[in-house]
């Protein structure tokens, strides 16, 4: 048996084996790499951006807030979390109103989870004032929650994960409906922004933007095209380049970069975040797991061309002898 | 009648709710508001059903000494036990209902999935074949694909496949994905219309 | 201390899930049915927390609106799925849940096929929207099976299979991250919070 017959029947535990230090080697050795922004994610970035408060603006007095809505469990947590701490840092470095809520309970603990692990940073950032979790609503109220919003979003989720009414929160003070809570983010790994879509902004014109697992990011193309999402974050690349463009702008010391500005973007300085001990680790997560993606994309191409010239070759010699 | 005056509900209140969604009228919405207050007192029921089925079964595998039966009585434990500490200590953060999740579903949920990658890679080296014009397009086009997503490829190949894949998701792939929304679109219509009107009844199950 | 152990507990549990990888084993169907317990376990409290006492207990008991007796019996009927002389009785409850079917038909057509169509008939300015529009037709024809697809139409159909091609192609390297990101997920929990190998 030549070479190529014996790697064509290898065992596959061989493979897994290459697998597991492709991905451990790059997460223990780390290495800076530029992370490269794309559309869907600058749209996004610079929708939820166009909410904060101006400078002389009080933020509590700003009409403008969004909605993440947490449609995942557990499972899809490593590329979704690092996305949703990324637009919650956003949201709270610029004092962006921010609501969450979960129609699946095994998220209700990953959104406290998400709060929490951004509010640390952020000690003047107060639950009420800046943001609300609204908590888990039962699956059966997902519908009556979604088309309530657009007439009263205190009236339709009633009490928030506090326990507290929503109607008498200060957050609530300009916040009636979607036309002020304009931005849904719904983080999915499956149907994703579907109900929203469906209703919220084919009813009442609320802007969706949406967080997916890369795979379904292909199929999300012609809902951006026509314009039903506003935004999109696909997979673990999407959250690397949202948490770039947060370290950019919102995040940035210097008050007068805080605007969108492809120049500052293009700035190589912003490519060594990844060893940067300034920048904490839970804010750079999607951009360290990237380097274990990129050289597992390779190893998966190197797989695929070594399956293949195998499988030509010993076709070839199977054609010579027959 | 068994099958009747359930397949009746389903087409009259289907109408009613395609009226709802035409006529703005107050009697519209007071009966969606009716609907809503109906279904969420008959929806925390549903859950009696899984867990029944989970019980069921898995005391038929102790009772009848299946092939590793003894891991059935680890699930009727895990489940009872969970639940007792939902009910007994609450469910709130520190407790250890929210111990149990945060420690034992949620890591074996999320590693159940990434075994996902291991496969993909067995798949990709042992299944993965160029047999025809077709099968090399699409594995040429994931290939690119892969390589315009991370920060390697692009250092390998400039900023150029960045282009190409982006290219390759805004044009054929879009392509490709409309026409199949637009065919799942249709085909959803054409089911839910088909409830609608009695002719879908497969939600009714089987028996008489 | 406490979080070293919880850490640690969920460690051996992941890595019982990932010794199924080099065979089947009894940690890994330890693991795998503590999982399906737990779940299960889960969820009972959660609904009796957030559903059964707002919408069933509360207006039932405290609030006096005995008119809720009604679906609440109705709910209770699912449990006649498992008995077959009397599970006629749990169509009555799906029957009343399928009733909103009604409102999906036109709010689908209109978001999944209206708008797409809609988003589809864009002026074909370059070659990007002529290319945008070949490949919509063509798949489109592709999907009516009505007609043999031979010929000259079989030609025209061979072209929408192209595009699909490259489209399943885009989603296949897109799955590739995804199972990817999943692994590396698991791997960040053991090195960062339970080996402290990064920080």
Not at chain 1, 284 to 300: E, L, T
Not at chain 3, 137 to 144: A, G, S
Request: charged share 15%.
């Amino acid at each position: 048996m030549n070479l190529f017959e014996r790697l064509q029947k290898l065992d596959r535990r061989w493979i897994f084996l290459v697998v597991a230090v492709a991905i451990i080697l790059p997460l223990i050795f780390p290495f800076n790499s530029k992370t490269y922004t794309t559309d869907p994610t600058e749209k996004l970035y610079r929708l939820i951006d166009s909410y904060a408060p101006g400078p002389h603006e009080k933020a509590i007095e700003k009409d403008k807030a969004v909605l993440m809505v947490f449609t995942h469990d557990a499972s899809t947590m490593p590329e979704l979390f690092p996305m949703e701490v990324a637009i919650l840092r956003h949201c709270f470095e610029r004092k962006i109103k921010v609501f969450t809520m979960t129609f699946i309970p095994s998220a209700a603990p990953i959104m406290d989870y998400a709060i929490n692990t951004v509010k640390e940073e952020f000690p003047e950032i107060k639950s009420g004032e800046h943001y609300v979790n609204f908590g888990y609503k039962i699956g059966a109220l997902a519908l009556p929650i979604v088309l309530g919003m657009g007439e009263d979003i205190a009236e339709a989720v009633d009490i928030d994960a506090e326990g507290r009414k929503v109607s008498s929160l200060p957050i609530m003070k300009n916040v009636k409906n979607y036309n002020e809570m304009n931005l849904i983010m719904d983080f999915s790994g499956s149907s994703a922004g579907g109900m929203w879509i469906t209703y919220a902004r084919s009813k009442y014109g609320a802007n969706v933007g949406v967080g997916v697992t890369a795979v379904m990011a292909a199929d999300e193309y012609p809902y951006l095209q026509t314009g039903q999402i506003t935004g999109m974050l696909a997979g673990l690349k999407g959250a690397a380049e949202y948490e770039k463009l947060v370290d950019v702008f919102a995040s940035n010391p210097d008050p007068a970069k805080r605007e969108f500005s492809r120049e500052l973007l293009k700035d190589p300085k912003w490519d060594d975040a990844i060893t940067n001990q300034n920048i904490q680790y839970k804010f750079k997560q999607a951009r360290i797991g990237m380097n274990a993606q990129s050289v597992a994309h390779i190893m998966i191409i190197v797989f695929i061309l070594i399956g293949n010239i195998g499988y030509f070759i010993t076709k070839y010699k199977q054609k010579q002898q027959g | 009648m068994k099958r009747t005056l359930p397949l009746a509900i389903v087409i009259i209140l289907g109408f009613l709710f395609v009226g709802y969604v035409f006529v703005p009228h107050k009697i519209s919405q007071d009966f969606y508001d009716w609907y809503m207050e109906w279904m969420k007192a008959m929806s925390p029921f549903g859950v009696i059903l899984g867990i029944m089925s989970i019980t069921m079964t898995h005391t038929a595998r102790i009772q009848h000494k299946v092939p590793n039966w003894q891991y059935s009585i680890v699930t009727l434990i895990a489940m009872i036990f969970t639940a007792y500490a939902g009910f007994q200590w609450g469910t709130q953060e520190g407790t250890p209902y929210m111990w149990l999740f945060k420690n034992v579903q949620m890591p074996m949920g999320a590693t159940m999935f990434s075994l996902l990658a291991f496969y993909i890679a067995s798949a990709s080296y042992k299944a993965f074949r160029a047999r025809s014009a077709e099968a090399t397009v699409l594995l040429l086009a994931a290939i690119i694909v892969m390589l315009g997503q991370v920060p390697i490829g692009v250092s390998m190949f400039g900023e150029g496949i960045n282009d190409i894949t982006q290219w390759i998701l805004n044009v054929p792939n879009l392509a490709s994905k409309r026409g199949i929304a637009l065919g799942v679109g249709l085909g959803m219509v054409a089911t839910s219309l088909r409830i609608l009107l009695g002719i879908e009844r497969t939600y009714l199950g089987g028996g008489e | 201390m406490f979080e070293i152990v919880s850490n640690w507990v969920a460690a051996f549990l992941t890595l019982c899930i990932f010794s199924f990888l080099y065979k089947d084993n009894p940690f890994y169907r330890f693991a795998e049915y503590l999982f399906v317990g737990v779940t299960a376990g889960y969820t009972i409290p959660l609904t009796w927390e957030q559903a059964f006492i707002p919408y069933v207990y509360r207006p039932l008991f405290l609030q006096h609106k005995f008119v809720l007796l009604i679906p609440a019996i109705i709910g209770i009927l699912y449990i006649f799925t498992f008995n077959r002389k009397l599970n006629w009785l749990s169509r009555f409850p799906i029957a009343f849940g399928m009733g909103i079917v009604g409102m999906g038909v036109p709010l689908s057509m209109h978001a999944s096929v209206l708008v797409q169509m809609h988003g589809a008939m864009i002026p074909i300015e370059n070659i990007n929207t002529l290319l945008v529009f070949i490949g919509t037709v063509t798949i489109l024809l592709y999907f009516y099976f009505s007609k043999a697809h031979t010929g000259t139409y079989g030609k025209v159909v061979k072209i929408g299979i192209w595009y699909m091609m490259i489209g399943f192609g885009a989603s296949f390297g897109y799955t590739v991250m995804a199972r990817i990101s999943l692994l590396i997920g698991r791997i960040q929990f053991l090195v960062a919070d339970v080996l402290h190998i990064i920080k």
